[in-house]
């Protein structure tokens, strides 16, 4: 068999996550390789750096890669994340709700939706089906110090510097056989039929190769500006265009925790997102320029931390949300920014990129003659999973009960939400979902004229796949955090309720857990060494 080769071209973690993952999942350790893998970085264009919050998928990631969890963490200052913590997502009074990793739920008929919707919901749904929810706001760990004991793993993820996570990927893999070439492209060699032959860079080399990964960011030097693919705008249905970031160093600003979990806390004109490592935390305020400009921007991003700010820098990122019409065209696959972006609410930046490397791997032409049904296959999938996260982070918003500014109104408006999940909610008001909910990806109400033939399935309905990364749970999660059946529930069941009931499992492993379970800082200085900083203050955002 014929040697194939693949040229990435861009760094940043979305060209490194790709380069590492097809060499550990096409190419066997001990043996030739089969797929030459090489990597064309510039030296002159910085780093976007976005997603630094990830989910548990990227465990399977650095899994297949091969690379040791406690050196990977030490080596990209990481800790854990273990759920997405919203606050004042529903009212603008510091109420919040968690969306966690794991839950524990009641087999083998699950009722915990229509359970709780029965109750006088007096504790929040997640807090009757998981752990998490209280481990976080507990501050805890979800590994012990010493050997697990506590039965089933906790799932958790990983919040780390995006910057050397792409360094420390680069480092990995060049000694196990990836080439990594730093020049600038300056020219792209054509075929015949349309294809890319090799791409020229500033340093005179020609670089052939059988497939190209583009990963040139918002740029998409390959998929765009060499195939041609147009990208769909996606910005009616998600109005936040712009970001300002910071970075505060624990040294100056360690408020005295560090909190196992992602805050995504609701502005004025958008959210913030707040992530911490072992050595920094990074906060950055998703707003929309059409209802706050960047001077306002920036204070209420401040005010949010407190204290004195000032000498800390602030970054401004503009970004459109959509996707490229097609992800994998001719020999060109678009992984990262180049291939489209959503809103990181619920961490999803850094998974689109890990699942392009992981289908490509899949779905790999070691054949020429089947690329086409390959591409095809593989451009479904990508579909179904954008339009999955876009209508996932849709539902955040649309479901706000917020009136306070001219923003929150906006995107309750009907315009802004996706027919999809319309037709979902109409349907979820006669039932809660269940599991059956999401075998096949119908529901009364949808068109029965999708927008493009790529997003139908082989009976023209739409098939945009509603399960492949959520489930019922996490549906259930948001929604009801949201409030949503709460009035038809009173309707329903009366306002003279029984109590919320929590399952025993819960409460005994809760009770197991705090005496188990070590504080997620104090984990992070005994076993990754993070040093014992001097406490600050408390960020005026936490309330």
Known sequence: MQKKKVLIVGGGSAGWMAAAYLNGALNQRGERPRV???????????????????????????????????DFMK????????????????????????HPFSSMRRQPLDRAGMDWLMSDQSIPFM?????????????????????????????????MNAQKFADYLRDFSTPRGVVHTLANMVDVVMRDDGHIAAVRTDKGETIEADLFVDST????????????VGFED?????????????????????????????????????????????????????????????EAAEREMRAYQGGNTDDLPARFVDFKVGRRKQIWSKNVIAIGLAGGFIEPLESTGLYLSDLGAVLLAEHFPWHDDGMEQLASRYNHIMSNRFYE????????????????????????????????LQAKFDFWRFKPPTPHDFQDQWFSGMSQAPQAADLCSHDRRPAVDTG????????????????????????????NRPATQVHPAIIQRLQMARQKLPPHHIWLNRVLGMPQYPMAYKPVGWG
């Open 36 to 70: 030459d893998i090489q990597l064309l970085e510039s030296p002159d264009t910085p780093r976007i750096s976005v997603g630094e919050a990830t989910i548990p998928s990227m465990r399977h990631l650095l899994s297949v890669v091969g690379v040791d969890e406690l």
């Open 468 to 495: 492949g990364l959520w489930n019922h749970e996490s549906y259930e999660c948001i929604l009801f955090g949201m409030e949503f059946l709460k009035e038809e529930s009173e309707q329903w069941f009366g306002p």
């Open 127 to 159: 807090e009757t089906c998981s752990v998490q929810p209280i481990l976080c706001e507990w501050g805890l760990a979800p590994v012990m110090l010493g050997k697990w004991d506590m039965g089933a793993p906790l799932n958790y993820a990983y919040h």
């Open 217 to 228: 960011g918002f740029s998409a030097q390959l998929i765009e500006q060499q195939i041609g």
């Open 75 to 98: 080596s990209t200052n990481a800790s854990f994340k273990q759920s997405i913590r919203y606050t004042n997502w529903v009212h603008n009074d510091m109420s919040f709700y968690h």
């Open 389 to 420: 996260i876009l209508d996932f982070i849709n539902m955040h918003y649309c479901l706000t009960k917020r009136t306070d500014t001219e923003f929150w109104k906006t995107v309750q408006l009907r315009e802004h939400i996706t027919d999809r």
């Open 234 to 294: 996606c910005s009616q249905y998600l109005l936040c265009d712009r970001a300002v970031t910071m970075h505060l160093p624990y040294e100056t600003h360690f408020p005295g925790m560090v909190r196992p979990y992602t805050t995504a806390t609701a502005l004025s004109n958008g959210w913030i997102w707040d992530i911490p490592q072992n050595d920094r935390r990074s906060i950055g305020y998703v707003h929309s320029s059409a209802f706050i400009d960047k």
